[in-house]
T-cell receptor
Framework: DTGVSQNPRHKITKRGQNVTFRCDPI?????LYWYRQTLGQGPEFLTY????????KSRLLSDRFSAERPKGSFSTLEIQRTEQGDSAMYLC????????????FGPGTRLTVL | DAKTTQPNSMESNEEEPVHLPCNHS???????IHWYRQLPSQGPEYVIH???SNVNNRMASLAIAEDRKSSTLILHRATLRDAAVYYC????????????FGTGTRLTIIP
């Protein structure tokens, strides 16, 4: 257990529905990252926050995806109008940064879109 | 981002040392070499990182070639719990916060 928690651990939804995932980072970490991982591939970066500011977004993060970190603590990742191609593991990580930038990952949320 | 090349898979016997190679011929002077591993059904886990000198920690050792174009992660005595996908990642010290994962090396430990 790295101290990063994600909920839910599994989510099954029907195409077209909206889903929201939550990530609680290690409490003193000011940086929070979201990644997506499909079967057989390494994780792909989606976005990252420093405190409450979203500083970088990947081109993978389409208009249907939105992430927030309202008080610089927990974060949510929402996917609107889910598609079957959104099925993946969504991973959250946090780090103290910038001089100590080891990222600590949560267990992930596995999304299955039917 | 500079690219790394790793073998898709490797096998090793339990209780023997394991040497996991990584090639990164286009590494720049500010790139650190990071290794993470991902155990089955878990998120990635930090293993070790270095810049130029060899590094040791409780999990592993990192040997970096003198020209920095390759590196080797060394597990001194593999156990079944070391079976995982190992990722070699180049990351600049500043200005690029994300980790860029490849497909890594799947390490199988034979009892």
């Amino acid at each position: 257990d790295t101290g990063v928690s994600q909920n839910p651990r599994h989510k099954i939804t029907k195409r077209g529905q909206n889903v929201t995932f939550r990530c609680d980072p290690i409490s003193e970490h000011n940086r929070l990252y979201w990644y997506r991982q499909t079967l057989g591939q390494g994780p792909e970066f989606l976005t990252y926050f420093q405190n409450e500011a979203q500083l970088e977004k990947s081109r993978l993060l389409s208009d249907r995806f939105s992430a927030e970190r309202p008080k610089g603590s927990f974060s949510t990742l929402e996917i609107q109008r889910t598609e079957q191609g959104d099925s993946a593991m969504y991973l959250c990580a946090s780090s103290f940064g910038p001089l100590v930038d080891t990222q600590y990952f949560g267990p992930g949320t596995r999304l299955t879109v039917l | 981002d500079a690219k790394t090349t790793q073998p898709n898979s490797m096998e090793s016997n339990e209780e023997e040392p394991v040497h996991l190679p990584c090639n990164h011929s286009t590494i720049s002077g500010t790139d650190y070499i990071h290794w993470y591993r991902q155990l089955p059904s878990q998120g990635p886990e930090y293993v070790i990182h270095g810049l130029t000198s060899n590094v040791n920690n409780r999990m592993a050792s990192l040997a970096i070639a003198e020209d920095r174009k390759s590196s080797t992660l060394i597990l001194h005595r593999a156990t079944l719990r070391d079976a995982a996908v190992y990722y070699c990642i180049l990351k600049p010290n500043f200005g690029n916060e994300k980790l860029t994962f490849g497909t890594g090396t799947r390490l199988t430990i034979i009892p």
